[in-house]
């Protein structure tokens, strides 16, 4: 394959991920996710109480969908006043490195700025 026919196929993947708000997230697909990501080294995904506490007490949670398939995650802690502080950005190792697209990290501070707005 050229060059050019990976760097279509990798901007066909891009288009085609949906981003989803919240924490309500099936506890065997985040952990897959860290596993199949650098992150996955770095946290206590064999304690399935620990990483549902991770998940149930963060908030926002931004979440990357390639169909079915969770291929991303960012974990945010605030107080939704004065600071947010992302503590994971976790992506599929087989979807890393597809692009940079500037709006992924907007999503994030939108999500973060809606919360501080709503008070939530």
Do not use: C
Request: hydrophobic share 35%; net charge negative; charged share 30%.
């Amino acid at each position: 394959m050229s060059n050019h026919s990976g760097e279509a196929a990798r901007a066909n993947i891009m288009r085609n991920i949906e981003y989803r708000y919240g924490n309500n997230l099936d506890l065997d697909d985040v952990i897959d996710l860290y596993r199949k990501s650098t992150l996955g080294e770095r946290r206590p995904i064999d304690d399935k109480e620990i990483v549902s506490d991770m998940i149930k007490h963060a908030n926002p949670i931004v979440s990357a969908w390639d169909q079915d398939l969770l291929v991303g995650i960012s974990r945010t802690l605030t107080d939704f006043s004065f600071v947010g502080y992302l503590s994971d950005l976790a992506v599929r190792a087989s979807h890393q490195r597809m692009g940079d697209d500037p709006e992924d990290e907007r999503k994030d501070g939108t999500a973060l700025n809606a919360g501080v707005t709503r008070g939530t």
